[in-house]
């Protein structure tokens, strides 16, 4: 069911798209409270009518219980003193004038008294449809923390518990989206969405939503809405000031004494949504079955296995909120959204030991997609900028050096260190334990370089030699070209630039077109489809084929760089592209990717999923239409002995032909 509450409040049943039907309502609601208290207060505006209840005392106004028995609690029928008996019943029995009210007593009063008639309303119409979540919308709650509190207490009190109330974060703009959402069906099928062009430091620029590069056929842009609740209250808490609870309420049951954005502290089931703006998700056209394609490596509906990751995941969680705060300037409002963050997944998780399917099917990816949406639910959108940034610059400084190496060598034995240094430069990943531990025994570089030492063949999963064969190396056979290949990126720093960057370097040298495919949002410290543009271009600053093949893959202009020419290297012709995948999760599911994505990868021959979210926690076991090779180093003991029956730190080299 879905109330608008905006002049007055209508309940609509909504059975899915486009089936709905108007089944009740009353004229008492948003306009009621605004006409009323108006006239009663002189207030100008909606919104100073609600700051004004933030500092009432209903009971000088409001007839209690107490009031009618002497103090004393009615404890035969279930009321105690402190229950509403009759909203502005007072103004009955004192000789007073309106002037001699507070009119900040007023507004609450009548904040409470329109609030709870809404959630009784409600919940009454909900009763007789059989239906047990009520959503709301309108311009009336504004995101109103004691608006919300109130009419939850309402549904949650004549319910007895039996149904929900739920709150949409942008409740007030839900007509105009539901008009821009049905334009097809008003003739209008061209609109399509204009995206904002973005300027960084470095002159790159960055096209939300769409594809960097060349045009790819005529695209339409397509976007989705998505509604996500995260519980509030308990240990579940919004960023703001905690206030203690009181007993002042409809019925005898504890009254919220939330105002204004200070939560209450006890029991509640206060439901928020947040709604997302993402590009519509579409089946990664690549998949050989999508039916039959699960994206988790591991089954968390295992004995101790869910205890296990979950107690990774808590152990982690202080330094996660260490790096947030940092990402934040350290001020103290970032330290107090930090420790709601903790407090909020903590109790996520909590939650979903003692009920596993609470959030619907559960796996490791999904785990970890909560936490960074609890991290941008507390306005933390990218805990690791700073690190990330830092470890760009240190590993973009010894590029070229690597890359004057790698030319020094024949084309075989180019193509083994390269697949060695994406493995060894895959070591730097600040969501596993057992690395981070490593970042306190020397610098980027040096780490890299003990890493690079240690790739000795053969690795624990060691299908290099066939994929070196399809590459037309070691048989008869002319060298191979793969027409495009799609690079699945992980972490920024030694990641990115040293492992990946070169390794698509290698595949332009030989005329492969080549896409790097790279997360929507934050995660961790994993690059995004924002970032990477702006490392491409300090990169081909020391490379002629990356500069080449990045102009003609649109990712930079001719003026944008100062290149140090080379007469060996021609500049490439060959497209390097950039193109987000629909996601904000070290992991990804193949199932949901962004659009523009599964339009590059229509005509793609050659897939590489590197790192452990992408090809280990999921998608180790998926099965492709095209040819596959899966890179990771193994950081986490337990995903070794059940993956791969081997250590921490092995490496897996899988590749899969074609089908």
Same mark, same amino acid.
């Given at each position: 069911?879905?109330?608008?509450?905006?002049?007055?409040?209508?309940?609509?049943?909504?059975?899915?798209?486009?089936?709905? !039907?108007?089944?009740?309502?009353?004229?008492?609601?948003?306009?009621?409270?605004?006409?009323?208290?108006?006239?009663?207060?002189?207030?100008? %505006?909606?919104?100073?009518?609600?700051?004004?209840?933030?500092?009432?005392?209903?009971?000088?106004?409001?007839?209690?219980?107490?009031?009618?028995?002497?103090?004393?609690?009615? %404890?035969?029928?279930?009321?105690?003193?402190?229950? /509403?008996?009759?909203?502005?019943?007072?103004?009955?029995?004192?000789?007073?004038?309106?002037?001699?009210?507070?009119?900040?007593?007023?507004?609450?009063?009548?904040?409470?008294? $329109?609030?709870?008639?809404?959630? !009784?309303?409600?919940?009454?119409?909900?009763? !007789?449809?059989?239906?047990?979540?009520?959503?709301?919308?309108?311009?009336?709650?504004?995101?109103?923390?004691?608006? =919300?509190?109130?009419?939850?207490?309402?549904? !949650?009190?004549?319910?007895?518990?039996?149904?929900?109330?739920?709150?949409?974060?942008?409740?007030?703009?839900?007509?105009?989206?539901?008009?821009? =959402?049905?334009?097809?069906?008003?003739?209008?099928?061209?609109?399509?969405?204009?995206?904002?062009?973005?300027?960084? *430091?470095?002159?790159?620029?960055?096209?939300?939503?769409? $594809?960097?590069?060349?045009?790819?056929?005529?695209?339409?842009?397509?976007?989705?809405?998505?509604?996500?609740?995260?519980?509030?209250?308990?240990?579940?808490?919004?960023?703001? *000031?905690?206030?203690?609870?009181?007993?002042?309420?409809?019925?005898?049951?504890?009254?919220?004494?939330?105002?204004?954005?200070?939560?209450?502290?006890?029991?509640?089931?206060?439901?928020?949504?947040?709604? #997302?703006?993402?590009?519509?998700?579409?089946?990664?056209?690549?998949?050989?079955?999508?039916?039959?394609?699960?994206?988790?490596? /591991?089954?968390?509906?295992?004995?101790?296995?869910?205890?296990?990751?979950?107690?990774?995941?808590?152990?982690?969680?202080?330094?996660?909120?260490?790096?947030?705060?940092?990402?934040?300037?350290?001020?103290?409002?970032?330290?107090?959204?930090?420790?709601?963050?903790?407090?909020?997944?903590?109790?996520?998780?909590?939650?979903?030991?003692?009920?596993?399917?609470?959030?619907?099917?559960?796996?490791?990816?999904?785990?970890?997609?909560?936490?960074?949406?609890?991290?941008?639910?507390?306005?933390?959108?990218?805990?690791?900028?700073?690190?990330?940034?830092?470890?760009?610059?240190?590993?973009?400084?010894?590029?070229?050096?690597?890359?004057?190496?790698?030319?020094?060598?024949?084309?075989?034995?180019?193509?083994?260190?390269? /697949?060695?240094? @994406?493995?060894?430069?895959?070591?730097?990943?600040?969501? %596993?334990?057992?690395?981070?531990?490593?970042? #306190?025994?020397?610098?980027?570089?040096? $780490?890299?370089? =003990?890493?690079?030492?240690?790739?000795?063949? *053969?690795?624990?999963?060691?299908?290099?030699?066939?994929?070196?064969?399809?590459?037309?190396?070691?048989?008869?056979?002319?060298?191979?070209?793969?027409?495009?290949?799609?690079?699945?990126?992980?972490?920024?720093?030694?990641?990115?630039?040293?492992?990946?960057?070169?390794?698509?370097?290698?595949?332009?040298?030989?005329?492969?077109?080549?896409?790097?495919?790279?997360?929507?949002?934050?995660?961790?410290?994993?690059?995004?489809?924002?970032?990477?543009?702006?490392?491409?271009?300090?990169?081909?600053?020391?490379?002629?084929?990356?500069?080449?093949?990045?102009?003609?893959?649109?990712?930079? =202009?001719?003026?944008?760089?100062?290149?140090?020419?080379? *007469?060996?290297?021609?500049?490439?012709?060959?497209?390097?592209?950039?193109?987000?995948?629909?996601?904000?999760?070290?992991?990804?599911?193949?199932?949901? @990717?962004?659009?523009?994505?599964?339009?590059?990868?229509?005509?793609?021959?050659?897939?590489?999923?590197?790192?452990?979210?992408?090809?280990? #926690?999921?998608?180790?076991?998926?099965?492709?239409?095209?040819?596959?090779?899966?890179?990771?180093?193994?950081?986490?003991?337990?995903?070794?002995?059940?993956?791969?029956?081997?250590? $921490?730190?092995?490496?897996?080299?899988?590749?899969?032909?074609?089908?």
């Amino acid at each position: 069911m879905i109330c608008t509450l905006i002049f007055l409040l209508i309940l609509d049943l909504v059975d899915g798209d486009g089936n709905f !039907q108007r089944v009740s309502g009353t004229n008492v609601g948003g306009g009621t409270y605004w006409g009323l208290g108006r006239l009663l207060t002189k207030c100008k %505006s909606f919104d100073e009518l609600l700051e004004l209840s933030q500092r009432g005392d209903n009971s000088s106004v409001d007839m209690l219980v107490g009031d009618i028995y002497g103090g004393l609690d009615y %404890s035969k029928i279930g009321l105690s003193a402190s229950t /509403i008996a009759s909203s502005f019943g007072k103004a009955i029995s004192e000789n007073k004038e309106i002037e001699d009210y507070r009119p900040e007593d007023i507004s609450l009063s009548l904040l409470r008294m $329109i609030s709870y008639n809404i959630g !009784q309303i409600s919940y009454l119409t909900a009763l !007789q449809l059989g239906i047990k979540r009520i959503f709301f919308g309108g311009f009336f709650i504004r995101g109103h923390a004691y608006t =919300m509190d109130t009419i939850s207490f309402a549904i !949650q009190f004549w319910s007895k518990g039996g149904a929900q109330a739920m709150f949409l974060r942008h409740e007030g703009f839900l007509g105009a989206l539901g008009a821009f =959402m049905s334009y097809e069906k008003h003739g209008l099928d061209d609109l399509m969405v204009h995206q904002l062009v973005e300027r960084f *430091p470095m002159g790159a620029p960055y096209t939300g939503g769409k $594809i960097h590069g060349p045009p790819l056929g005529d695209l339409n842009e397509k976007i989705s809405w998505m509604e996500k609740f995260i519980r509030k209250g308990t240990k579940i808490t919004a960023p703001v *000031p905690m206030a203690s609870p009181r007993t002042t309420g409809l019925g005898g049951f504890e009254a919220p004494s939330s105002k204004g954005d200070a939560l209450r502290c006890d029991e509640s089931n206060l439901n928020v949504g947040v709604l #997302h703006l993402v590009p519509s998700l579409e089946v990664f056209p690549l998949l050989a079955d999508p039916k039959t394609y699960e994206p988790n490596t /591991i089954d968390l509906a295992e004995p101790n296995e869910l205890e296990y990751w979950f107690t990774v995941l808590s152990e982690h969680l202080p330094d996660l909120v260490d790096k947030a705060v940092a990402s934040e300037g350290g001020t103290n409002d970032a330290r107090r959204r930090g420790n709601a963050f903790a407090r909020a997944f903590s109790a996520h998780l909590a939650r979903l030991m003692e009920e596993p399917a609470a959030y619907g099917k559960l796996g490791l990816a999904n785990l970890l997609e909560l936490r960074e949406e609890c991290l941008r639910e507390f306005n933390f959108f990218d805990a690791y900028s700073t690190i990330k940034q830092r470890e760009n610059e240190a590993s973009l400084a010894v590029l070229p050096d690597l890359l004057m190496e790698l030319d020094s060598m024949s084309e075989e034995t180019r193509l083994l260190t390269l /697949i060695e240094g @994406v493995l060894a430069a895959n070591i730097f990943d600040w969501g %596993s334990r057992a690395c981070v531990d490593l970042y #306190h025994k020397g610098t980027i570089i040096e $780490i890299y370089r =003990m890493s690079r030492k240690k790739m000795q063949r *053969p690795w624990r999963v060691d299908d290099f030699d066939a994929f070196k064969e399809r590459m037309g190396f070691g048989n008869k056979k002319p060298c191979f070209r793969h027409k495009r290949a799609l690079l699945f990126v992980d972490n920024s720093g030694a990641d990115v630039v040293l492992g990946m960057l070169p390794l698509a370097r290698e595949l332009l040298r030989r005329g492969t077109e080549v896409v790097l495919v790279a997360n929507s949002l934050p995660a961790l410290n994993d690059v995004t489809a924002m970032e990477l543009p702006e490392i491409v271009a300090e990169a081909a600053k020391h490379c002629d084929i990356l500069r080449g093949a990045a102009e003609a893959g649109g990712l930079l =202009m001719d003026a944008m760089i100062n290149t140090q020419d080379n *007469p060996s290297e021609k500049l490439s012709s060959t497209p390097l592209m950039v193109v987000e995948n629909g996601c904000g999760s070290p992991c990804i599911d193949l199932r949901q @990717v962004s659009s523009e994505l599964a339009a590059v990868a229509k005509d793609a021959d050659l897939v590489i999923l590197e790192g452990m979210g992408r090809a280990l #926690h999921t998608n180790y076991n998926a099965r492709f239409k095209c040819d596959a090779l899966k890179l990771a180093m193994v950081k986490n003991q337990r995903l070794a002995e059940k993956l791969i029956k081997g250590n $921490i730190y092995d490496c897996v080299c899988r590749y899969e032909p074609a089908g």
